[in-house]
């Protein structure tokens, strides 16, 4: 997927109290040094286009409506 794509997948509106500060790269360190193993690369990238909020109950529109 792309970024643009990505961006589809979290709920509108958005869950303000959900959705974090963006992500760092000491936060993403830190984050990976307390779990001890890294995250994986797709999931970095969905968090650095948005930190947090509720995912899309109809991702079908990431195929349809753009």
């Known amino acids: 997927m ?3 794509e990505l961006k589809y997948i979290w709920s509108v509106p958005k869950y303000l ?3 974090h500060p ?3 790269p000491e936060i993403l360190e830190q984050a990976q040094k307390q ?3 890294n995250l994986p690369e797709k999931l970095v990238e969905i ?8 995912l899309d109950t109809n991702l079908q529109r990431l195929f349809t409506n753009r």
């Open 17 to 19: 109290s959900y959705v």
């Open 35 to 37: 779990i001890g193993y």
């Open 22 to 24: 963006e992500l760092t």
């Open 2 to 4: 792309t970024e643009s």
């Open 47 to 54: 968090v650095k286009i948005q930190n947090g909020d509720m």
